[in-house]
């Protein structure tokens, strides 16, 4: 009687561990496909999926190659992503972050590892960013974040204004190092902003401080299947899916990319990362 159970425990781990198998396979085979490259391990492809990296075009296959060279685990490899994530500064975290979790980057430890080596780094020290946070309930079901960029250059900088998408400046991660997955919920018809409206100087020392809310959420009626499962930390037009509530580690980004034609010749390029702060959520009763 006592051996039934065991054998019960052994074959569930079995099928895990089968069907986690077949997820990384489903998504290295989706990763071959966007890339057109049949051996992604392959130290030979390192040039090809370096010129994807490198480009300006915005194309997923930039996002791919970079998964792929992070995969691989080379010095080429690491080499590759040294320079082209970070120097030129063409690199879009938030749209890397994105791909990850929609194609479903396996195994999940290598997912976590990749975005606290290369996305979870602060690319330039003209500027530092605090983040804060506080509850407006005693119940801790609702959270604000502050978040403070302070110019550190010694000369006047202009910052990115941010304006939309606000709950995308945080990533949270759970007491097992798994980061949780965001999502944008809204879609915009943008008008281009004048230069006065989307940037704001910040002299010597000075502080440009941004907030944005989030309310722990379900959605068992939404008429996606994708929001009627889980519980969600909703800013709006951005949310996070979590795991579970409770405590977690939150960290602010922030960055700027390149324009083509700058308004401004002192307009501050990159990307900024916080110290992780601790925060309590709890689902409403």
Same mark, same amino acid.
């Given at each position: 009687?006592?051996?039934?159970? /065991? ?7 079995? $099928?895990?561990?089968?069907?986690? =198998? ?13 890339? #057109? ?24 296959? +930039? ?12 010095? *080429? ?10 120097? @030129? ?9 994105? !791909? ?5 980057? +396996? @195994?999940? $430890? ?26 407006? $309930?005693?119940? +801790?079901?609702?959270? #604000? ?16 204004? @941010?304006?939309? !998408? ?21 879609? !915009? ?5 004048? @230069? ?13 401080? /941004?907030? /944005?809310?989030?309310?722990? *959420? ?32 939150? !960290? ?7 324009? *083509?034609?700058?308004?401004?010749? #002192? ?7 916080? +110290?992780?702060? =601790? ?7």
């Amino acid at each position: 009687m006592k051996i039934l159970p /065991f054998c019960l425990l052994i074959l569930s781990v079995l $099928t895990f561990v089968g069907c986690s =198998d077949a997820s990384e396979q489903k998504y290295k085979k989706q990763l071959k496909g966007i890339l #057109n490259i049949a051996d992604i391990s392959d130290e030979k492809n390192i040039p090809k999926l370096e010129e994807y990296l490198k480009s300006n075009d915005g194309s997923i296959h +930039k996002y791919a190659a970079a998964q792929a060279l992070f995969l691989m685990d080379t010095s *080429k490899g690491r080499d590759a992503l040294e320079k082209y994530m970070f120097s @030129p500064p063409n690199y879009d975290f938030s749209q890397s972050i994105n !791909y990850m979790f929609h194609w479903g980057m +396996k @195994p999940i $430890t290598k997912r976590n590892e990749f975005i606290k080596k290369y996305h979870l780094r602060s690319s330039s020290n003209l500027i530092s960013l605090t983040l804060k946070s506080s509850y407006p $309930t005693e119940f +801790k079901d609702k959270i #604000n974040f502050e978040l403070t960029l302070k110019n550190r250059s010694g000369k006047p900088i202009r910052l990115n204004k @941010p304006h939309l !998408y606000l709950g995308q400046h945080i990533l949270l991660m759970s007491s097992t190092g798994e980061f949780m997955k965001p999502v944008f919920t809204a879609m !915009y018809k943008l008008r281009r902003r004048a @230069p006065e409206e989307g940037y704001v100087e910040v002299p010597p020392a000075g502080s440009y401080i /941004f907030n /944005f809310s989030g309310h722990l *959420k379900t959605f068992p009626n939404s008429p996606s299947k994708r929001f009627r499962e889980g519980l969600w930390l909703d800013c709006g037009d951005f949310m996070h899916k979590l795991s579970h509530a409770g405590s977690f580690k939150v !960290y602010g980004v922030y960055s700027n990319r390149a324009s *083509k034609q700058p308004p401004y010749d #002192n307009i501050w390029i990159g990307r900024v990362v916080s +110290k992780p702060i =601790d925060i309590t959520l709890n689902q409403e009763e």
